[in-house]
């Protein structure tokens, strides 16, 4: 419930400042006084988005800022669900910068514009004249049955498993398509993934034939090298193991008449323990290493051939070969398995399909039950409403198709008279009649749903006399359970609320102020005769006011 709005610099507002009551306020003013801009205000509260013109002193912000009473509108899960700090005394304020940037805050928290407008649609319901138009609108309708019928969890529900549906079915569609193209390419591929095969790549082999070739094309280099330095060793008298030899023996005895001599033939017993390795390893590899003109072709031939086939596929290396190998043999295990992937995934929509049709059927069932409920309400009221021969039909087709809310089709059927045969209720009432069938539609879903505040802006237009007064009637109604907010232009409509505020320019800025019970009697005379207020008047204001 909005208990307190405050504007500054607004558009032709400069200050404003409004407590409501929590029942039915009323507010009236000549046309052009601003009525429409309190409720641009009031939009931009509830996360409308900015427009041009909103600054009434561009040297200064815009604030906009309401109090809110959310206590027993059960909205505390809205705050949990958002990570946001739930108080049952709310302050919302919307500020716009003279640079044209917008900020919101709730309780002093920043707050995204997104999340304010979805917060907003939970506290107000702003109805204004073009909003009767929503009567053409099917998911406006649809809407107003599932909040009267109770159905909206249920519609959650299929719509959580319509979206699966949905996506299941983008899915089986991009398998196809996927498929489709592979097919086109099937033979190239399994030539492909055959040619990988028969190669028979592995991991690391490309490094390994390289170096194995340049030992292979060096063979005899290599060899005549080893078996030098295995003669240099090992040669009788000359050989540097035995001339080591003599040397250490040498060191051994010299002992004791010099120190240093153990330690040199120590050293020397080092060396030649390590040169006996190393002719040890030279002899085992000249025996291995020979030339091998057949061992050399066949690496050249392999070596060759993965470097060809990196050329054909454009990889820079064997690893991206064999990856590429792998793309391939998967591309072709997709094309094997593609008709059993895509029967699965038209098991797994069938089966969302059932789910959804289930749920679609149960949802369909309640409002057919309310479609009843609906009529019977809505033609009594309009009946009081001085339509007592009015048709109100709303009319629920199951369609074989699934929608997103899902599988009806909802039409407000209409006739002023009882004989003529209703259509739909946007083509054939008039304005005053659609004004009538909202006001209806909306004291219903009032007492269905837990809105903490509705405004109506002018929906009495096109009534007048004892229609107008009826209407007062059914706005008051709404008001016992309900803050109701009514700009209205009717005497009998205003001469029903408990709080009363007229809107008006002065040096062309907008003002509101409340009015007490006299100025109440001479704003409402106003209304009834104009500005020259004659006594008929003022007596005739008394009387609806009950004074």
Known sequence: MLCRLRVENYALIDRLDMELDKHLNIITGETGAGKSILLGALGLLLGNKNESGTIHDESRSCIIEGEFDLSGYDLESFFEENDLDYEEQCVIRRMILPSGKSRSFVNDLPMQLSLLKELGYRLIDIHSQHRNMLLSDEQFRTAAVDTIAGSKPKVREYQQIYALLRSAERELERMQSEAEALRKDEEWLRFQVAEFDAVALKQGELKDAEEELKVLENADQIGEALISFRNALDAEQVGVLEQLGLAQNSFARLADGYPLGVEFSERIRSVVAELKDLGRTATDQSERIEADPER???LTDRVNLIYSMCHK?????????????????EQLNAITHSDENILQQKAK?????????????????????AAGEISKHIEATLSHLGMPQVKFVVE????????????????????????VVAQAVEKVASGGEISRVMLALKALLASKSKLPT????????????????????????????????????????????????VVYKQDSVTNIARLDEGERVEEIAKMLSGSQVSKAALEQARLLLGK
């Open 454 to 501: 509705i405004i109506f802006d002018e929906i009495d237009t096109g009534v007048s006399g004892r229609i107008a007064d009826a209407m007062g009637e059914i706005i008051e109604s709404l008001s016992k359970n309900m803050q109701v907010v009514s700009i209205t232009h009717l005497p009998q409509v205003a001469s029903k609320g408990e709080s009363h505020f």
């Open 313 to 329: 596929h454009h990889v820079q290396d064997l690893d991206e070969l064999l990856a590429k190998g792998q793309e391939l043999s």
């Open 296 to 298: 050399l072709q066949k």
């Open 349 to 369: 929509i069938n089966e969302l399909r059932t789910q959804a049709r289930c749920v679609a059927e149960e949802i369909h069932s309640m409002r057919v039950e």
């Open 396 to 419: 629920v087709e199951s369609q074989e198709e699934l929608l997103a809310t899902g599988c009806d089709k909802i039409r407000f059927m209409f006739s002023a008279n009882e004989k």
